[in-house]
């Protein structure tokens, strides 16, 4: 089968090359990849497989082959899934049936794709704030994938969403989403704050950092800034919220069936800023990276 590739001596970090076709485990279906999404992390290479192995978290296709342990969907049925270890970015995938769902008939291949890392990480990071009804919520990264679904998200749990971006522009559409402020970087950023999903970090964690609530905190989901967040003496001591490490983690399946059911029911909108064939993937990945994709890059897979 034809893949993308980690190639550490590739311009991108990928080709595209011919693997073996992957052999299911007990509790896998294979599945036939019809898309597939770019991650911040699988694409800047930050997580990535070792060279000459097949990357990538997010895809969606069609079951081929049903799993022998009899877990799962049946061949033909149409599926979004997940897997940390790569093996995504393929003709074919073999897939925990832990790590599925079953997509809704009015969803399609390039929506699903666009799911499981993005969607499934704001639904998680968004829990840990327990009820967020009537609260403020700071979302940074905001016009990012994962930025886009915790805006609908949280204001659809009934917090107050700022959301904030890199540049007036990139802020576009989230007020349609659901933000109450569009602000860039913690330009007229105000407390109280009660949860903050942070993508960016650096300087503007501390700033928000300082805005938390008690009982508040931080999810620190990733570090787009590349900058480090220096905290200066004594502003954690006292009466702080938490900065608290985040990861998605796996058994994405339920998660993946609940974002999947809102995305066919209308609730969730998915916005695809990037769509082409994997061919090419170069410029994808240039475009994910050089922010200048809204929401999520998926391609074609042929
Ligand atoms: N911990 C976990 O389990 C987990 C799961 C998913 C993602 N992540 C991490 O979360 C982060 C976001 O992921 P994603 O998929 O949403 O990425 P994405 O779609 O590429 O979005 C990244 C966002 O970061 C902002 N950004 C990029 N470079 C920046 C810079 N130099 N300064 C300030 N802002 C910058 C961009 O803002 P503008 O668009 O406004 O320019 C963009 O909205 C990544 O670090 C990713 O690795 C972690």
Do not use: C
């Amino acid at each position: 089968m034809r893949a993308l590739l980690v190639d550490s001596s590739a311009k991108a970090g990928f080709r595209l090359g011919e693997v073996a076709d992957p052999t299911p485990a007990p509790n896998q279906v294979l599945v036939e990849v019809k898309a597939i999404s770019l991650n911040y992390g699988d694409a800047s290479g930050g997580y990535s497989v070792e060279d000459g192995k097949v990357n990538g978290w997010d895809a969606a296709g069609v079951v081929v082959k049903a799993a022998a342990d009899g877990s799962g969907p049946e061949v033909g049925a149409r599926v979004v899934t997940f897997g940390f270890g790569g093996g995504g970015w393929a003709q074919l995938r073999a897939v925990d049936t832990a790590e599925l769902a079953v997509l809704p008939d009015n969803v399609d291949f390039a929506q699903a794709a666009a799911l499981p890392v993005a969607a499934v990480t704001a639904l998680r990071a968004l829990r840990r704030f327990g009820s967020v009804l009537g609260r403020r919520v700071l979302i940074t990264g905001a016009a990012g994938g994962v930025g886009r679904f915790g805006v609908q998200l949280a204001a659809q749990s009934g917090a107050h969403v700022i959301a904030s971006v890199g540049s007036a522009g990139r802020g576009d559409g989230l007020k349609e989403l659901g933000a109450a402020e569009v602000i860039v970087g913690v330009e007229g950023l105000a407390g109280p704050l009660h949860g903050v999903l942070d993508n960016v970090g650096g300087p503007n964690q501390v700033v928000a950092y300082g805005l938390l609530t008690e009982d508040g905190s931080i999810q620190s989901i990733g570090a787009t800034s590349g900058e480090p967040a220096v905290y200066p003496p004594y502003s954690t001591v006292g009466p702080h919220g938490r900065v608290e490490g985040f990861m998605m983690g796996g058994g994405l399946g339920e998660d993946l069936a609940y974002v999947s059911s809102l995305v066919g029911a209308g609730k969730l909108d998915v916005e695809i800023g990037y769509q082409g064939s994997w061919e090419n993937f170069e410029d994808a990945i240039a475009a994910l990276l050089g922010r200048k994709v809204v929401g999520k890059a998926v391609l074609d897979v042929s």
